[in-house]
């Protein structure tokens, strides 16, 4: 039966798709390097280590939206599932290379993606959490089929600037803000009423008010 180890290798921002993805490079060898693998139907659980890397006043103060203020952080900072990712793996001997999509949101009502704006450099440390079944052939050749067992996991450090590259791909010096429908009814009533032409010239417009407020 199958003995099967992950590893990741590397992530790059995946070019030409629908939506933003991060590729992540995963290497499966199989302790037995005889013995023939038809396929590996992969699940995996990706969560978000968020304590096992220290964060500079900058990355404090954005991440307050999060995980509120830092005396707080010993009860907030808790490992956080980011997503979940699928692949299947084709026919191998011993090991194999496939890339592992996972879709990308830069929603910020999301908290994985306010997690990673948060970020100024560094890495974000991941782990995956791995599930699913192999097929392979016993020693007469006949089909086979073996679950993968749930203490199967691999961490990996996803450089920071990993995720901006492929924002900036998709969302060149862009942002997406989610809001509820009759709030931007008053916000394009607003806009339409002072025959404002874009939409970043009338948040500009609200800004000075609303950092007079804050500072009241």
Not at 30 to 58: F, K, M, W
Not at 66 to 83: A, S, V
Request: with cysteine; charged share 25%.
């Amino acid at each position: 039966m199958p003995e099967l180890g992950f590893q990741i290798e590397k992530a790059e921002p995946q070019r030409f798709t629908v939506a933003p993805t991060l590729l992540f490079k995963l290497r499966i060898t199989n302790a037995a390097p005889d013995e023939t693998i038809h396929s590996v139907a992969l699940r995996c659980q990706i969560q978000l280590e968020v304590t096992r890397r220290q964060y500079g006043t900058g990355e404090q103060e954005r991440l307050r939206d999060l995980f509120g203020e830092t005396d707080r952080w010993g009860q907030t900072l808790k490992t956080m599932l980011w997503t979940h990712a699928s692949v299947v793996a084709p026919a191998f001997q011993g090991s194999a290379m496939v890339d592992l999509p996972v879709p990308c949101t830069f929603d910020f009502n999301v908290a994985a993606t306010k997690y990673f704006h948060g970020m100024a450099d560094g890495d974000v440390p991941l782990c995956f959490l791995f599930s699913g079944t192999a097929f392979y052939a016993d020693r007469e050749g006949a089909l086979q089929v073996a679950p993968i067992p749930w203490d199967k996991e691999a961490r990996f450090r996803l450089p920071v600037k990993a995720w901006q590259e492929m924002m900036d791909i998709y969302y060149p010096n862009s942002a997406w803000l989610c809001l509820r429908r009759d709030v931007f009814e008053r916000l394009y009533e607003y806009k339409v009423a002072r025959g404002i032409p874009t939409w970043e010239q009338a948040f500009e417009s609200l800004l000075p008010a609303l950092e007079e407020a804050v500072k009241r």
